[in-house]
């Protein structure tokens, strides 16, 4: 598991999508948009932070000095105002999304 950098973040405010040193990574990539604070992204941190059939990158935004601006961009470009949100890339390419998730359909959602 790999934190989303300050950089990487603003960026995606920029560019209304993440750059692709995250999306192109690996040829599965999952990204994952979350609050410190959420009791489903604790279950998920479970499985995720040793995935070994892709690579993931999250970002806590309630941790950052941007927290407002990212949130903001987060529910008007992506329309979600649910966490954690997930963005499932395949190839650099999206292909799928969700919220909370079991690791049965996380791993679905990326193959």
Known sequence: ???????????AITNGEFGEDIIRSAEKVA????Q???????SMKIFV??????????LEYDRTDYFDEFRQF???QFANDQIPYV???????FVAESNSVSEELFHLNLF
């Open 36 to 42: 410190s604070w959420c009791p489903q992204w604790h």
């Open 87 to 93: 963005r499932y890339y395949s190839k650099g390419v």
């Open 49 to 58: 932070a040793n995935y070994p059939a892709a690579e993931v990158y999250v």
């Open 74 to 76: 987060k529910e008007r």
């Open 1 to 11: 598991m790999k934190l989303i950098t300050k950089d990487q973040a603003l960026d």
């Open 31 to 34: 990204v994952i948009l979350t």
